[in-house]
């Protein structure tokens, strides 16, 4: 069964900074993987979505990364700003089955 | 213009009592879900729908059950509600079952046991 990890479970940082997020899963027969953002009492926020034969993809400050064989996709956010306060969660497609990490709490402080 | 929507936002009830969620998605996507975020945030999928016809049950009770009277709707009915029951409940939604479109998702349902 599919297992997705999210480190750190915390992240604070001052604003500005770059940063990175890590996300690792056990079975690397993946279709696809999608970054989400979650704001507090609101629902999922699609970030990026990597294809299983794609190694990256970019939008605007945030970069998505993924290497199936080993298991992981990073979230690179550069000039991390105030309003990216949020939880980050990564979720794997394994053909139609989706497992959820526990997400990653960024406060990027003023 | 909400793509997923889903009704009530907040929902709470006695145990044993009977209750439904409603979710309607106006993207045109043939695949719905149906999703539970306990305490921790965990977010663990339930039922998967598509066109109408379930493809997805995910080892949940069958108290539970999901109906779709169009592909455009999948409603949550529980039945003999359970403290354990409490969590936030998400609908989403996708173009089709094995899409590399992202999922759309609601604002969930926090549904509180009392």
């Known amino acids: 069964k599919q297992e997705v990890t999210q480190i750190p479970a915390a992240l604070s940082v001052p604003e500005g900074e770059n940063l990175v997020l890590n996300c690792s899963f056990t079975?690397?027969?993946?279709?696809?993987l999608q970054w989400f953002r979650q704001d507090p009492g609101k629902g999922l926020t699609s970030l990026l979505l990597?294809?299983?034969?794609?190694r990256e993809q970019t939008s605007g400050r945030l970069n998505a990364s993924l290497d199936k064989s080993s298991g992981r996709s990073t979230l690179y956010i550069a000039a991390s700003q105030p309003g990216d306060s949020a939880t980050y969660l990564c979720?794997?497609?394994?053909?139609?089955?989706?497992?959820f990490g526990s997400g990653t709490k960024l406060n990027v402080k003023p | 213009d909400t793509a997923v929507s889903q009704t009530p936002k907040y929902l709470v009830t006695q145990m044993g009592n009977d209750k439904s969620i409603k979710c309607e998605q106006n993207?045109?996507?043939?695949?719905m879900y149906w999703y539970k975020q306990d305490s921790k945030k965990f977010l663990k999928i339930m039922f998967s729908?598509?066109?109408?016809?379930?493809?997805i049950n995910e080892t949940v009770p069958n108290r539970f059950s999901p109906k779709s009277p169009d592909k455009a709707h999948l409603n949550l009915h529980i039945n003999s509600l359970e403290l354990g029951d409490s969590a936030v409940y998400f609908c989403?939604?996708?173009?089709?079952?094995?899409?590399?479109?992202?999922?759309?998702f609601g604002d969930g349902t926090r549904l509180s046991i009392l």
């Open positions: 989403a939604s996708s173009q089709d079952v094995m899409s590399n479109q992202p999922q759309h």
């Open positions: 079975d690397s027969a993946i279709y696809n």
């Open positions: 990597i294809q299983s034969s794609q």
């Open positions: 979720a794997v497609n394994n053909f139609n089955k989706f497992y």
């Open positions: 993207l045109g996507h043939d695949t």
């Open positions: 729908y598509n066109n109408k016809e379930l493809i």
